[in-house]
């Protein structure tokens, strides 16, 4: 029932101890937490968290094991996960088996026991930072150092190994607006939404061309999800900027969102702990209303009410974070174009910002 | 959209006394409505008729109205006060009901009141079952298959249709009063029946069982944007069928997965929207089915209640306070989260640690009841612990209970565990069915291997739960091996000790139960425990799982390795709070806490509160300037007193709990504030106090002790029978017994040596017919100042809780009272008590008789304190701070010029089987409170306040024993010159007849029909005046009482009350019931105190 040792190492030097049932690691990665109470699958498979340690604040985990239903990739994606306790025995009637054994089939390495709280707040008071997950009894030197080699997250292009490498999904037909999406690292259930709001889909890679995607006759342009710094990916910038700025309606998820705020000039600032979780409060500012949010991400689009998306006079600000006041939600003054920061297709998460969907259709005429 | 300017002045409607399903939870909801209402500017006016609650303080309101909760009462209040708006959602189904009633019967319509915070189609949508069986249609949401019927015959017809078991389930009652499951047709009709009846509008749903399905609660928060959040889930242990009240509750929720949750999460936020609930909070039930994973919407409550209080206090999310801010117009991102202060209130809490709810049950007391949990409540408080881990958490609320076991363990014997025999198959006969003890069952089996799947398919208690709790079993048995393996080599290395130790403490083990494993005392395991430096951390309650900085210090303690709290200052001083609820100690004490922590916070100190019931008032994290929510064991308090370094801890106001605690924190070199734990021993043993009161000349009842039954029968041979028998050490009266002679003190002895082992059981004299009284004093150690006498309205023998009393006494001569004024003030000054003292007296043929001497805080100081307007726990708090009673302007014995009544309040309704028949064991759970300028008035409204009116009129049935009835005759005259019809038994009639007061007779039970209960039940009685008849017609005078409390016929059982009652009927008659605030109540006192001064 006892794990070996094992801990989590930052790089300012701090660790903190744990155990570990199955051997992998050590694993580097952006040690971040994410508050999120359910959808342990859903985190751990989505495509933004490759190059990152999970810290699940949430202090018991694998509870209800995991199913087929909740892959949000095709694997699970984080480079490990850390957590209070991982539960021995799930139960679940759509369970096709326990957490800790899908981690450990896929090399994941999970270290259990950890005063996660003691993390989260050292992550809170000093930002998220490179770490790693390692098995005995505490690091050693050559560990340390390491670490200190290891990529930091800030200027990485993590979007184009996390996407899909060829093109799938609809070629023609139906009835719905063909929306040509960018895959950066697409959680599935955005592709479910977009049907569901009756659109045809075809999932392109990041890298394509504006030539190659015109041809494909979209109706609207669709920019997704993915980890790393949008910063470092100038080429699919370039990209947007022509296609969204030719009048294509489009839509931008997360990092979609960094990428329309690049594409009209603004620019995006690295967050010292991030946003995660399922409780977030953004206030569309068109409406009034609230809405909690699903939210994952290290970057945000710079600018305020005030000043509006900095170096974008072209581009509005719709949404608003209540908790510290950053850009939630853009949309383009005069172009069919608009992106939220969080994540409108939940899975984890509320499903308050579901209209956004329906918002895009109405947007490409459907 | 920020606050309405519009309203100035706002009725807030309390919930009345506390009883099964509406408890001390109305008290946090109702003070933190009424502080938010203030702090915006407006008018607050306050309606309860429970003095025993922090609301009622006059401080809370600007107008406090102890009057009864009822429409035809509240609507004088309305009258006078003119309120722009009425809050109906903080006063749990009474303030709900009360408020329908107002609007149906036009009253808010005449008086141009509003109602704020849910309207009046959200509560009737939300209450009748039929309508919002519909709404959910209209919503696409499904409901348990059922109809709403009116009749048996309907009822058996909807049967036919959805099958037995059969959930039962009348419309606008309170904690499934009079709901429940059949499984049969007869049980169905038996249930059916009592349900039209506990029904106020005689409607009762019947429901497609989903008995076994996993029970989830969401606690939702919308505002008059149309923003809506979810404060927490919860998630039950024990599956439908048990009500929510008794079930093993987790927050947050823990077995279901995202997408399940989302699911969960969007119907409760479509339902809040089509009930119409505008600005405020409800909550909603669902079941889920665990083979399908199908969801059902179980019901929806449009108000806060017991289940918001657990979640505001398992978040750190207030959601009674937050509530009352949307009701008059904020929006949730307007106001501020109060635990951050820089996040606002739109967002939806999340938890880094698990909350375990456990109900505290109280069948010792009533062991006529059927102990079958079932859709109606039947707890009487609760206890909630937090861990870092279910596990933890789990353990911590098993010791946090005070049911004498330090954590999950099973009892000393199989009775303890509802357990005939040890077989396995009788265990898993037992844990099918629900019971308080279901749980101790299990682990019982677990125990004994009985495979997880095995107890899964008994209790269908979700597995993931089983096999945590397996995993403690394993635990035990890992530590039991490798303790003792150490053991034979000489004893483990520290560093194997302290890491065995740690394992199980991460577990929430306690210090005792793993004593108990290794065959060690608690005290020998404690300071291995700490001399190996393992001790808990304090973490914080903080509503967003470490994300933001949190400014409130709402603690927990956790074996993890990071400890977040601070000792602040040399200026500390903790307050041990009063634990679960329980009937003999219940919110009067926790009103007593929070006056203190205030009180000491005024006079400059720093206050940190431990309890662990969240019911409270006292756990807010803002009436305090720290908060542990912790149980409330030496292990627990301990640690606390390690960290914060108090300059001293506050055991008086928490009633027993605390004082548990005194001997074991003072040997320990804790600080104790205020009179002395030798002091507080000197009174609480039998020996002592007998050579004290000697001593001081007070005159005792002949007493004496026995440890065996042959030692008490020659000690009530030499006082003589009657002799009044209890164990040592209880409050409550728990096995307390009036016995006449020595076979039924052969029958009782063991009961009473059985709750106290080890302890002698006290013996008395029992006098009879005597007068009982109450002294509330308070003494700074040099001075002592009476605070108010009582008298009780039932004779000796009937437990002080459960009497009604009256203040001043009505029936006690001047100088009897001067006498036990002057006996007082020589107990506290020769004990040396610092804060508050309780003395009751007897008085029989004229002699003062003193009873026992509580140096602590009282059950009736806060009826004293709301009588007089002079706050006894306030002062006595500042007097164990080191003032003096001269300095804080406290001189003379306070006298009011008016009349309060206190009467008690009872649970037979929902203990079907239970004799209404009252004794030295304390069965009520709540108080009510009557105040007027005469003793009939002031009877009236507290009769009025517990059973809902009296008659003015009709019919009265009288059936007394022989020595009743010289004393019946005169109050039988009074009723008939007042032109009511006595009814009575033949023997009874008879007597009356020959004494001139006209009687018909009826039948007796057993003569024929039609008898007194035919009667009862045709409606032809309006007022029941029985006393005991004797054994040969037990049952009937059983069948009798049962028959009015089911109809709802006010009743008396005592000769003392039946004259109040006859008083308080003529004062009704004479004159219409005026209702005035408290604020003018002591106002008068002031004037009358000053000018007796003058």
Not at chain 1, 329 to 345: C, D, M, T, W
Not at chain 2, 720 to 745: C, K, N
Not at chain 2, 1041 to 1053: E, G, I, K, W
Request: include cysteine; proline fraction near 6%; glycine fraction near 10%.
């Amino acid at each position: 029932m006892n794990g070996r040792p094992a801990f989590v190492l930052l790089e300012d030097g701090t660790w903190y101890s744990g155990t570990t049932t199955h051997e992998a690691g050590p694993a580097f990665g952006e040690v971040v937490f994410t508050t999120n109470l359910t959808g342990y699958q859903e985190t751990f498979t989505d495509p933004s968290y490759i190059g990152q340690i999970v810290v699940m604040t949430a202090p018991m985990i694998g509870n209800y094991g995991i199913n087929n239903g909740d892959m949000e990739s095709e694997r699970p994606q984080v480079a490990g996960v850390v957590v209070r306790e991982l539960a021995r025995k799930h139960s679940n009637w759509r369970a096709t088996g326990s957490l800790s054994g899908w981690l450990a089939e896929a090399g994941i390495p999970v270290i259990e026991g950890v005063d996660t709280r003691r993390l989260t707040r050292h992550i809170r008071e000093r930002g998220a930072m490179r770490g790693l997950i390692g098995a005995g009894a505490g690091p050693t030197p050559e560990l340390k150092a390491e670490l200190l080699r290891s990529p930091s997250m800030e200027g990485l292009d993590l979007a184009s190994k996390a996407g899909t490498r060829e093109p799938y999904g609809e070629t023609g037909g139906g009835k719905g607006p063909h929306v040509v999406a960018i895959d950066f690292g697409m959680k599935r259930n955005i592709v479910r939404m977009l049907a569901l709001a009756g659109c045809r889909v075809t999932v392109v890679p990041c890298d394509t061309t504006p030539e190659a995607i015109r041809a494909r006759k979209p109706d609207g342009l669709f920019l997704s999800n993915g980890p790393g710094d949008p910063g470092a990916l100038g080429y699919a910038i370039s990209n947007i900027r022509e296609l969204a700025g030719a009048g294509l309606p489009t839509f931008g998820i997360c990092l979609g969102h960094q990428l329309l705020g690049w594409a009209f000039g603004g620019h995006t600032v690295k967050m010292p702990y991030g946003h995660r979780g399922g409780n977030h409060p953004v206030k569309d500012l068109l409406s009034g209303r609230v809405l909690i949010t699903s939210q994952n991400h290290g970057f945000a689009v710079a600018g305020s009410t005030t000043d509006g998306v900095l170096g974008g006079p072209d581009l509005e600000v719709t949404h608003l974070n209540l908790n510290d006041g950053t850009v939630e939600g853009i949309r383009h003054k005069s172009l069919p174009v608009f992106a939220v920061q969080y994540h409108p297709e939940a899975a984890p998460g509320p499903h308050d910002a579901f209209p956004h969907f329906q918002q895009f259709m109405d947007l490409m005429g459907a | 959209m920020p606050k309405r300017t519009d309203l100035r002045s706002i009725l807030l409607i309390g919930s009345g006394p506390i009883v099964i399903g509406q408890g001390a939870e109305f008290d946090y909801s109702g003070t933190q409505a009424a502080r938010a209402l203030r702090e915006e500017g407006y008018r607050v006016i306050l309606v309860n008729s429970n003095p025993a609650t922090i609301m009622t303080d006059p401080e809370v309101a600007d107008r406090t109205y102890i009057e009864p909760v009822t429409a035809e009462w509240v609507e004088k209040i309305i009258a006078k006060e003119r309120p722009d708006a009425l809050l109906p959602t903080m006063g749990g189904q009474t303030g709900l009901n009360v408020a329908m009633e107002l609007y149906r019967t036009g009253v808010l319509e005449k008086y141009g009141v509003e109602l704020i915070g849910a309207n009046e189609r959200a509560i009737r949508v939300a209450e009748d079952r039929d309508e919002f069986a519909k709404a959910m249609r209209r919503i696409g949401l499904a409901t348990p298959e059922g109809t709403t019927v009116t009749s048996v015959e309907e009822g058996l017809a909807g049967v036919e249709r959805t099958g037995y078991p059969a959930i039962l389930r009348p419309s606008f009652t309170l904690g499934g009063t009079g709901g429940g499951i059949a499984y049969n047709r007869e049980e169905f009709e038996a249930m059916l029946r009592r349900g039209l009846e506990a029904s106020p509008v005689g409607s009762v749903l019947v429901e497609r069982s989903i008995i076994g399905w996993k029970e989830f609660e969401l606690e939702l928060m919308r505002d008059g944007a149309d923003n809506v959040v979810i404060v927490c889930s919860i998630e039950n242990i024990d599956p439908m069928g048990v009500h929510t009240g008794d079930s093993v509750t987790v927050a947050p929720a823990m077995t279901l997965s995202d997408r399940e949750y989302q699911v969960m999460r969007d119907a409760a936020c479509k339902i809040i929207r089509e009930v119409g609930v505008e600005a405020g909070g409800c909550n909603v039930q669902f079941a889920v089915d665990p083979e399908t994973g199908e969801q059902l919407v179980i019901e929806m409550n449009p108000r806060v209640s017991r289940s918001s209080a657990l979640a505001s206090k398992a978040t750190g999310f207030p959601i009674a306070r937050i509530g009352t801010k949307v009701a008059v117009g904020y929006r949730l991102d307007e106001l501020p989260n109060d635990i951050t202060r820089t996040t606002p209130a739109s967002f939806e809490p999340v938890l880094d640690y698990v909350v375990v709810k456990i109900p505290r049950f109280a069948f010792e007391k009533f062991p006529a009841a059927d102990p079958g949990l079932t859709t109606q409540m039947k707890s009487v408080g609760e206890v909630m612990a937090i861990g870092r881990t279910f596990k933890e958490a789990f353990q911590k609320g098993f010791r946090g209970l005070e049911i004498g076991r330090s954590g999950w363990v099973v009892g000393e014997t199989l009775a303890d565990d509802r357990l005939e025999d040890g077989a396995i198959e009788s265990i898993l006969a037992a844990i099918r069915k629900p019971t308080p003890e279901r749980l101790f069952q299990v682990k019982r089996a677990l125990l004994r291997d009985v495979p997880v799947e095995t107890i899964a398919d008994r209790t269908r208690i979700d597995p993931w739960f089983l096999h945590q709790l397996a995993e403690l079993v394993e635990a035990e048995r890992e530590f039991g091996r490798e303790w003792s393996t150490g053991r034979s080599n000489g004893g483990p290395a520290d560093g194997v000790e302290r890491a065995l130790i740690d394992r199980m403490k991460r577990m929430g083990f306690s210090d005792r139960q793993l004593a108990d494993l290794a065959g060690i005392t608690e005290t020998e395991m404690r300071h291995r425990r700490q001399a190996l430096g393992l001790r808990p951390g304090f973490k914080m309650v903080d509503t967003c799982a470490g994300e933001f900085p949190s400014k409130t210090p709402y603690l927990y303690s956790s074996y993890d390795e990071e400890n977040e709290a601070e000792a602040k200052g040399d200026k500390t001083v903790i307050i041990l709070g009063s634990g679960p609820n329980r009937i003999g100690q219940g919110v009067e004490f926790d009103y007593c806490c929070v006056r203190a922590a205030m009180a000491f916070r005024e006079a400059g100190f720093r206050t940190v509160m431990v309890n662990s019931n969240p019911e409270t008032v006292s756990t807010d994290f803002d009436m305090s300037d720290g908060l542990y929510f912790e149980p409330l064991t030496l292990e627990d308090v301990l640690e606390i007193v390690h960290l914060e370094k108090p300059l001293g801890v506050v055991v008086q106001f928490g009633g027993q709990t605390p004082l548990r605690l005194a001997r074991g924190l003072e040997a320990e070199g804790v600080p104790i504030l205020g009179t002395s734990p030798e002091a507080i021993d000197a009174a609480e043993d039998r020996g002592r106090f007998e050579l004290l009161a000697r001593e001081l000349g007070v005159e005792q009842p002949r007493n004496g002790t026995a440890l065996t039954l042959d030692d008490a029968l020659a000690v009530a041979t030499e006082i003589g029978y009657p002799v009044l028998i209890r164990p040592s050490y209880v409050l409550g009266g728990r096995a307390m017994q009036i016995v006449y002679d020595a076979e039924s003190l052969a029958e009782f002895f063991g009961a009473a040596m059985r709750v106290a082992p080890g302890h002698p059981v006290l013996i008395d004299q029992f006098l009879e017919d005597a007068f009982e009284a109450d002294v509330d004093a308070i003494a700074d150690g040099q001075r002592c100042v009476i605070g108010g006498v009582m008298q009780h309205i039932e004779d000796a023998g009937i437990h002080s809780g459960d009497s009604a009393c009256v203040m001043p006494p009505y029936l006690i001569t001047e100088d009897q009272v001067a006498e036990m004024k002057e006996h007082t003030r020589r107990f506290a000054l020769k004990l040396g008590v610092v804060g508050l003292m309780n003395v009751q007296y007897a008085v029989k043929n004229g002699r003062v008789y003193v009873l026992e001497v509580n140096p602590r805080a009282s059950r009736t100081i806060p009826f004293v304190s709301k009588t007089t307007g002079v706050p006894l726990a306030s002062l006595a708090a500042r007097v164990m701070g080191g003032e003096t009673l001269e300095s804080l302007g406290v001189a003379e014995d306070v006298a009011h010029p008016y009349v309060s009544v206190k009467e008690a309040v009872f649970p037979f309704s929902k203990f079907p089987g239970v004799d209404l028949l009252l004794g030295p064991e304390m069965r009520s759970t709540g108080e009510v409170m009557g105040i007027a300028d005469s003793f009939g008035m002031a009877f009236a409204k507290a009769q009025i306040s517990v059973d809902g009116s009296l008659p003015l009129g009709g019919s009265i049935f009288v059936t007394v024993n022989d020595t009743d009835k010289p004393a019946v005759v005169a109050i039988a005259r009074r009723f008939h010159e007042m032109g009511f019809r006595i009814k009575a038994t033949e023997g009874t009639a008879r007597y009356l007849r020959a004494r001139g007061v006209p009687a018909d007779r009826v039948l007796k039970v057993h003569e024929g029909r039609p008898n007194p209960v035919d009667l009862i039940v045709s409606g032809q009685i309006q007022l029941l005046l029985n006393t005991p008849l004797g054994k040969l017609t037990k049952r009937d005078d059983y069948i009798l009482r049962r028959a009015a409390l089911q109809h709802r016929v006010p009743y008396t059982t005592t000769m003392t009350a039946a004259a109040a009652a006859c008083d308080a009927i003529i004062a009704l008659r004479s004159r219409t019931g005026e209702v005035r605030p408290l604020q003018e109540w002591h106002e008068m006192t002031r004037a009358f105190m000053a000018e007796s001064k003058a």
